[in-house]
């Protein structure tokens, strides 16, 4: 199993461009999560999903948005990038509620200049 | 709203000690608690999961409580090493929706 991979790395974007983070995973789990961490500061939830075809808001969702069409895939759209975007971005996976165990991405440095 | 908290915020030791590191929580209604370690410029990875109805786990060196009555955990670390050297973050997940809230961590550092 390749676990859960994030495609870029990195990426520099410039102020009001827009682009997707790719987060897929393997392991046939139903949740999956996406994450910012800033400098210094642990993670925010920016959405979260239980299942293919629903997903939910977290903690900090504005300016982004998310969709999940298959259980493999969660990506993360960036619409309009603003300085405040600046993060690295980490996917995580887990299999069910009660087997909460999270797997993650090694994640995305994003840069907006 | 459910905030959690890390203490201390960066902690050295001398090589060989045990040690304690500390997460409480706001809100007891939690599911679960993840502790996590994360080296630089990595990602997370899952050390320890205690369910609401247990009171510890325990994986080789590592030892974790959870006393969710009190919003409190500790995770402890006993003999020790450089290769310890990380920023351990814990997590809960909440019973009212499927929101995992982590805290900002502990940065550890283990001096040979």
């Known amino acids: 199993n390749a676990g859960v991979t994030q495609t870029p790395k990195f990426r520099i974007l410039k102020i009001g461009q827009s682009m997707t983070l790719q987060c897929t995973q393997d392991m046939n789990h139903n949740y999956m999560y996406w994450y910012r961490q800033d400098p210094g500061m642990g993670l925010k939830l920016i959405y979260y999903s239980v299942g293919a075809g629903i997903t939910d808001k977290g903690e900090v969702p504005n300016g982004y948005n998310v969709s999940r069409s298959t259980t493999e895939d969660f990506p993360l759209r960036l619409e309009l990038a603003a300085p405040s975007q600046t993060s690295v971005y980490f996917c995580?996976?887990?299999?069910?509620?009660?087997?909460?165990?999270?797997?993650f991405g090694p994640g995305t440095r994003l840069t907006v200049t | 709203k459910q905030e959690v908290t890390q203490i201390p915020a960066a902690l050295s030791v001398p090589e060989g000690e045990n040690l304690v590191l500390n997460c409480s929580f706001t809100?007891?209604?939690?599911?679960?608690l993840q502790w996590f370690r994360q080296d630089p410029g990595k990602g997370l990875t899952s050390l320890l999961l205690i369910q609401s109805s247990q009171r510890e786990q325990t994986s080789g060196r590592l030892n974790a409580s959870l006393d969710k009555s009190s919003g409190r955990s500790t995770l402890y670390i006993a003999a020790s090493q450089p290769g310890d050297s990380a920023t351990y973050l814990c997590?809960?997940?909440?019973?009212?929706?499927?929101?995992?809230?982590f805290g900002k961590g502990t940065r550890l550092h283990i001096l040979p």
């Open positions: 809100d007891s209604a939690i599911y679960n």
């Open positions: 995580a996976s887990s299999y069910s509620r009660e087997l909460r165990e999270q797997y």
């Open positions: 997590a809960v997940g909440m019973n009212r929706d499927d929101k995992i809230i």
